[in-house]
């Protein structure tokens, strides 16, 4: 039976999107109010007079006026009994073997209501934000359906806590305070540290010093092969990241967040947020096409399996700067010289990318400029991608990916996402930016122009299972990482034998399309729009960037998400003649 489903939650994060895609592809009607203040959450569900309220991630209470009115399920990154603003962090710390994702009814006390599903997962040695675009997510998905079948037959209750309790570990903890996530160079050996900074990351990262500075530790990876003499002291530097000694080791740290900077309080990579303090720093070279290692950081490697190519490229949190557009575009035309005839772009395992890197470009002295060069180093990608006729080339997306992101692996012949994916195919999202990555050419070739149209237009997500429906993608496979991993080993094995016709066929496609319209001239047509929007006056782009990047709080729901606004906003609108958000 659809339900109308109103979801109460702090952002429309990846968790949120996953669950919308979820809910709405089964046939309910769902609509979103991001937690602003507690009068807007009780208009919000006047509004839309929901069957059910779903909170997918809140950082406060929901108020008790709506949760005496309609059952509300709170989605609780813990086990039964958990309790608390920091579980995952806690879980990492405390080395838990296994946690697990509870979605429980909201009541008086804050995560002590009773308990519609669980789910539990082995903990992986990971970073925060990667348990939870993984494992957590997953987690959640399966219980929140398991949740919404229950209440939806109206023959199951919850049952209350007390009752599913995990006496061992469900417990009430604390906020995780600085105190606990500091590294104590003397005495804290690799694993503790990277312990603690993947307990912290992405947000808020661990306090510390350096060179007399204080700032946020984020993205830690051990190095194996180097070692410092003094702990803490920097002793390294590889493109992004800085190496830094242990006591028993080294740890990378690609990106930092200087504390009380008036320059750029947000996250960067490490060698230019520290950039003074590294001018007597050996850079340590990967090279052009480094071979893929464990036990150190990498954000471009190859490997060749089998005869054929894997580009790995794993940016932290998805975002491509100028930089590494162009070592990721001098990585692949080196893998084309490779006595190979595939080559797998793999992205990262948490994300496929996000398109230009809108914190360097923040913190840059023009941010027009910068966005220039960002979006015309993406373009240079796409189009070594799109001109390749020596090699099959396939983007397999493991994880997410949003806005140029996605265009830049429709670049490729073949698609594959991994089936929990979830794609953003639009960039309207970011200031009425109008987007380039050869969007023009390459949406409208693969799903048609109206269906391009109401992509681009809906500003929604949308899960690689109907992004293959739809013929955005090719196929979408895998129930995990590792899962996708395999089997995109196994297709692209697949196609060895067919290699030289498909060539064949590339070419011939591409030398027609390439007279039907040149790629400069889409690129040309959408750099056009793309100068206004970074030059002109209309200063939407910079502000929404800002937004984003200093993350500021909402102050309204956007109307594509806010569908039980709409008619209120159009009825008001017609009340009071003012023109439509
Ligand atoms: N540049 C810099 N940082 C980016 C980024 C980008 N293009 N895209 C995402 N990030 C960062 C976020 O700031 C966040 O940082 P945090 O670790 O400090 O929290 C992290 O990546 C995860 O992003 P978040 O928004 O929390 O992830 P999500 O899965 O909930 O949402 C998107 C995914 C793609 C919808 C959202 O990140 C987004 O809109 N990104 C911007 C896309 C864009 O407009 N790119 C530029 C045009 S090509």
Same mark, same amino acid.
């Given at each position: 039976?659809?339900?109308?489903?109103?979801?109460?939650?702090? @952002?429309?994060? @990846?968790?949120?999107?996953?669950?919308?895609?979820?809910?709405?592809?089964?046939?309910?009607?769902? @609509?979103?109010?991001?937690?602003?203040?507690?009068?807007?959450?009780?208009?919000?569900?006047?509004?839309?007079?929901?069957?059910?309220?779903?909170?997918?991630?809140?950082?406060?209470?929901? &108020?008790?006026?709506?949760?005496?009115?309609?059952?509300?399920?709170?989605?609780? #990154?813990? /086990?039964?009994?958990?309790?608390?603003?920091?579980?995952?962090?806690?879980?990492?710390? +405390?080395?838990?073997?296994?946690? $697990?994702? %509870? *979605?429980?009814?909201?009541?008086?006390?804050? +995560? $002590?209501?009773?308990?519609? =599903?669980?789910?539990?997962?082995?903990?992986?040695?990971?970073?925060?934000?990667?348990?939870?675009?993984?494992?957590?997510?997953?987690?959640?998905?399966?219980?929140?359906?398991?949740? !919404?079948?229950?209440?939806?037959?109206?023959?199951?209750? &919850?049952? #209350?806590?007390?009752?599913?309790? +995990?006496?061992?570990?469900?417990? =009430?903890? #604390?906020?995780?305070?600085?105190?606990?996530?500091?590294? +104590?160079?003397?005495?804290?050996?690799?694993?503790?540290? /990277?312990?603690?900074?993947?307990?912290?990351?992405?947000? &808020?990262? *661990?306090?510390?010093?350096?060179g007399g500075r204080e700032v946020h530790l984020f993205d830690?990876?051990?190095? %194996?092969?180097?070692?410092?003499?003094?702990?803490?002291? /920097?002793?390294?530097?590889?493109?992004?990241?800085?190496?830094? $000694? %242990?006591?028993?080791?080294? *740890?990378?740290?690609?990106h930092v967040k200087p504390k009380d900077s008036q320059w750029a309080p947000f996250k960067l990579p490490a060698t230019l947020a520290l950039a003074d303090l590294l001018t007597d720093v050996p850079e340590s070279d990967p090279g052009v096409l480094p071979a893929k290692h464990v036990g150190t950081w990498q954000d471009v490697a190859y490997e060749e399996i089998d005869g054929i190519g894997y580009l790995h490229f794993d940016f932290y949190n998805g975002a491509m700067s100028t930089d590494q557009c162009v070592r990721l575009r001098e990585a692949f035309v080196a893998a084309t010289k490779r006595p190979t005839r595939i080559i797998v772009l793999m992205g990262g395992p948490d994300f496929w990318s996000n398109g230009i890197h809108l914190n360097r470009i923040e913190s840059a002295r023009s941010p027009a400029d910068e966005s220039w060069q960002n979006i015309n180093a993406m373009d240079d990608l796409c189009r070594a991608i799109l001109e390749?006729?020596?090699?099959? %080339? *396939?983007?397999?997306?493991?994880?997410?990916?949003?806005?140029? $992101? !996605?265009?830049?692996?429709?670049?490729?012949?073949?698609?594959? =996402?991994?089936?929990?994916?979830?794609?953003?195919?639009h960039y309207k999202g970011m200031g009425n930016l109008y987007g380039s990555e050869y969007w023009t050419y390459l949406l409208p070739r693969r799903v048609g122009a109206d269906n391009a149209c109401t992509l681009m237009r809906s500003r929604l997500p949308i899960g690689a299972p109907r992004a293959a429906a739809l013929g955005l993608i090719d196929e979408s496979f895998g129930w995990d990482v590792a899962q996708f991993c395999v089997e995109t080993r196994e297709r692209a094995r697949a196609l060895v034998d067919r290699v030289g016709t498909l060539l064949d066929e590339k070419r011939t496609r591409r030398i027609s399309d390439e007279r039907a319209k040149p790629l400069a001239r889409y690129r040309a047509e959408e750099l056009e729009h793309m100068q206004l929007n970074f030059y002109g006056f209309d200063p939407s782009y910079h502000v929404a960037r800002y937004h984003f990047v200093h993350r500021v709080p909402h102050a309204w729901t956007p109307l594509h998400l806010a569908r039980h606004r709409r008619g209120a906003w159009r009825r008001q609108s017609e009340l009071t003649g003012a023109g439509t958000r």
């Open positions: 039976m659809p339900m109308r489903i109103l979801f109460l939650t702090h @952002s429309f994060n @990846s968790l949120a999107q996953r669950l919308y895609v979820e809910l709405t592809e089964r046939g309910h009607d769902v @609509s979103v109010e991001l937690d602003i203040a507690d009068s807007v959450s009780l208009e919000a569900a006047r509004l839309f007079r929901p069957d059910l309220i779903i909170a997918p991630f809140l950082k406060r209470a929901i &108020p008790e006026p709506l949760w005496r009115r309609h059952v509300c399920l709170v989605v609780h #990154p813990g /086990i039964p009994g958990d309790r608390g603003p920091a579980s995952l962090d806690w879980a990492i710390l +405390d080395g838990e073997r296994e946690w $697990g994702v %509870t *979605v429980l009814q909201a009541n008086a006390v804050m +995560d $002590g209501g009773d308990v519609w =599903a669980t789910r539990t997962f082995p903990m992986r040695a990971a970073r925060k934000s990667s348990l939870y675009r993984n494992e957590v997510t997953e987690a959640a998905t399966e219980a929140v359906l398991e949740a !919404v079948e229950k209440f939806a037959s109206r023959r199951l209750t &919850p049952t #209350p806590q007390d009752r599913t309790l +995990d006496a061992q570990r469900g417990r =009430a903890r #604390p906020p995780m305070r600085q105190e606990t996530r500091r590294i +104590d160079w003397a005495r804290d050996d690799t694993a503790t540290i /990277i312990a603690k900074i993947h307990a912290s990351d992405g947000v &808020p990262g *661990v306090l510390d010093r350096i830690a990876h051990a190095e %194996t092969t180097l070692r410092g003499t003094e702990p803490g002291a /920097i002793i390294a530097r590889r493109k992004e990241a800085i190496l830094r $000694g %242990t006591r028993d080791g080294a *740890v990378w740290f690609g390749c006729t020596t090699h099959l %080339t *396939v983007a397999a997306m493991q994880g997410n990916a949003g806005a140029g $992101g !996605v265009f830049l692996a429709l670049a490729a012949d073949r698609v594959w =996402a991994r089936r929990g994916a979830i794609l953003n195919p």
